[in-house]
């Protein structure tokens, strides 16, 4: 059985830019709509496209500063800078929790199948004890000296 995957081996695998990765996703899926919203998404949503983003947005910072009126620069902050930077922040931190869940998933499902083959009637220790007990007491008499009903 292979290892369970951790979130922390997906972050890398999440937040950076990977072409290759891209390429691969492409093959998965039909039309031109969809190929263009996931190189879109896949593109946007890595940590290296924020930090493109910030440094779009601070080269208007001066420009917003030497205006000298507060709405401008508060706008800099609201339209400019928060919008284009949280966009990427926020679609990496998505797919940072949606890697962590399926981590999560795979490990249960791992977990989930360890009990059951443990609980298999025929594996030694599981529930094939349980059933020949039950059975041996079947062949037992109760407290009042009758035979239990199975």
Not at 89 to 95: A, N, R
Request: aromatic share 4%.
């Amino acid at each position: 059985m292979a290892a369970p995957v951790k979130a922390r081996q997906q972050l890398t695998h999440v937040v950076r830019f990977d072409p290759k990765g891209i390429k691969e996703a492409l093959r998965e899926v039909e039309g031109f709509n969809a190929k263009v919203a996931l190189v879109i998404t896949r593109s946007v949503g890595t940590m290296a496209c924020a930090y493109v983003f910030a440094v779009i947005a601070l080269i208007s910072l001066p420009a917003a500063i030497t205006s000298g009126q507060v709405i401008v620069i508060v706008a800099w902050i609201a339209q400019t800078f928060l919008q284009l930077v949280l966009l990427s922040i926020i679609m990496v931190g998505q797919s940072v929790q949606s890697a962590a869940s399926d981590a999560r998933g795979a490990k249960e499902f791992a977990d989930t199948e360890t009990i059951l083959d443990r609980l298999d009637a025929n594996t030694a220790g599981g529930i094939k004890e349980v059933l020949d007990a039950i059975h041996a007491l079947g062949g037992a008499t109760d407290e009042s000296g009758a035979r239990p009903t199975p």
